[in-house]
């Protein structure tokens, strides 16, 4: 018996470690299943499991607020009432359509439920067998769409409208890609200027198309806009199909377009008004001579002439009357001044030293004459000597300094000013001025004076460059510099 019962032993022991082992799995089980439960109950989607003919079986929490009902009332109820009437098809053809496929269904139905409005929800069903019951029911997850649909209707408005902008847009209006300049679209406007067909442009680079001359020279322009920049009214040159040059003002946006950063390119042919503004410019001037030439043949002359008669007025009278005479002699002075400052002016309105000498002397009786009438020290150096042949350019250089000079003395207060004509690689001539005065403000405003205006575009019209700014500690430098095509140095 001792023997027996050693021999139970194990085996009792054996079966209280099964024991056990089982009441620890039935623990985890009851853990696992309670963890379900809330996973179940408390997830951010709704979860419901209706029978063939749509009516509830079971929902979580998430479920039954969606449907604004205590989630014990719904048990029973067929979800039908909750869609609303226009999805009432779509609902029905998806229980139809869980019932002759195990596939998973899905479609989108909106919701109503009370005060809270329509809810847009997709359903995501798969239908199953019930072991309890041995009928086929229908798992489905119901996900809330309504933020995310309105998002994507309102892109896709907002799409609809650009396209809208994009194609009706008078303004030329390009997509390229960022790294290599690859047109991705571009609107009529655009095939309009250059004379290309849309076919002939996507797909190509602007490099290829001839918009840029070289890679490099594209790199240059758009170096500013690969950290998400942009650019404002840059003027650019571009040639049509037929080979026609057309000047056109540009602005570029970096986009993003399908995970792409590209360049939104705006452009305005500008090549009438820029035109009309030649035209209205040597019309201006050609006025500003007729003037200037008038009034040194006409008015001078005839004041010149009235001082000498009082000239020898007073010499008549100098017998009798001496006192008389002095007075006489002082309105000819006057009339004499009056006429020495209408001849600076004629001279500053036609400037016969830029026919007869060239710039260079132009200059130096500018400098000359604004040291002798304002009292400003002003000098004119040219390091090299340099023989500018254009016509035009000579005026429109001459104009710069003129006016620079007069800024300087109007509203820099300046009282000494230097300008300096120069090229140092022989491809560019620099034309500054200099002065010590106050200088031009911190910021300039926007609308500003029309002299910065007119210096600006004659440097443009030249295919320069025009910078106003601080000269060193202070006063101000006015800068024009532009390709030499119409100089030789004189040496």
């Not at 019951?133 to 997850?141: A, K, L, M, P, S």
């Not at 001082?307 to 002075?333: C, G, N, T, Y």
């Amino acid at each position: 018996m001792k023997n027996g019962a050693r021999t139970s032993e194990p085996r009792v022991a054996a079966l209280e470690r099964k024991i056990l082992e089982l009441e620890r799995t039935v623990q985890l089980l009851d853990e696992a299943r309670s963890h379900y439960a809330d996973h179940y109950d408390f997830a951010p989607l709704g979860f419901i499991t209706l029978d063939a003919h749509g009516c509830i079986l079971e929902l979580n929490v998430m479920a039954a607020r969606w449907l604004g009902r205590e989630r014990a009332l719904l048990v029973g109820m067929p979800l039908l009432p909750f869609v609303e009437k226009a999805h009432a098809p779509v609902f029905l053809h998806h229980l139809r359509e869980c019932q002759q496929s195990p596939e998973k269904q899905g479609c989108e139905v909106a919701l109503v439920a009370g005060r809270a409005g329509p809810r847009l929800v997709e359903l995501l069903s798969v239908p199953v067998m019930d072991t309890s019951t041995g009928r086929t029911v229908h798992r489905t997850v119901l996900r809330d769409v309504t933020k995310s649909r309105r998002i994507e209707r309102a892109l896709r408005q907002s799409e609809e409208r650009f396209a809208t902008a994009f194609r009706a847009s008078p303004s030329a209006v390009a997509i390229t890609t960022l790294e290599e300049g690859r047109y991705v679209d571009v609107n009529a406007s655009f095939c309009q200027l250059t004379g290309l067909a849309r076919t002939e442009i996507i797909g190509r680079t602007s490099v290829e198309l001839g918009f840029y001359p070289d890679a490099e020279t594209r790199e240059e322009h758009i170096v500013g806009l690969r950290g998400g920049g942009s650019a404002r009214n840059l003027e650019c040159q571009v040639r049509t199909k037929a080979g026609a040059p057309r000047d056109v003002l540009i602005s570029v946006e970096q986009i993003v377009l399908d995970g792409q950063p590209c360049l939104l390119t705006i452009g305005q042919d500008v090549t009438e008004l820029k035109r009309l503004q030649r035209e209205v410019l040597e019309i201006s001037e050609r006025e500003q001579s007729r003037i200037g030439q008038d009034l040194h043949d006409g008015p001078c002359q005839s004041f010149t002439g009235m001082a000498m008669l009082a000239e020898v007025v007073a010499r008549d009278l100098d017998r009798e009357h001496s006192a008389l005479a002095e007075k006489v002699r002082d309105i000819s002075r006057m009339v004499r001044e009056g006429a020495d400052e209408m001849r600076r002016l004629a001279a500053g309105l036609y400037p016969v030293k830029i026919q007869r000498d060239g710039l260079a002397c132009a200059l130096e009786d500018l400098a000359a004459e604004t040291t002798g009438r304002c009292e400003v020290h002003c000098r004119f150096n040219m390091p090299k000597p340099i023989t500018i042949t254009g016509e035009s350019t000579i005026i429109h250089l001459y104009r710069i300094a003129q006016e620079a000079v007069n800024n300087a003395i109007r509203h820099g207060r300046a009282k000494s000013i230097w300008m300096e004509l120069s090229s140092e690689d022989g491809a560019t001539i620099t034309l500054s001025i200099c002065d010590d005065g106050i200088g031009l403000p911190s910021a300039l405003p926007e609308k500003r004076g029309l002299g910065l205006h007119s210096m600006e575009y004659r440097a443009r019209m030249l295919g320069g460059s025009f910078q106003a700014g601080p000269a060193g500690g202070r006063g101000t430098a006015v800068v024009c510099s532009f390709p030499g095509k119409d100089f030789a140095y004189a040496g």
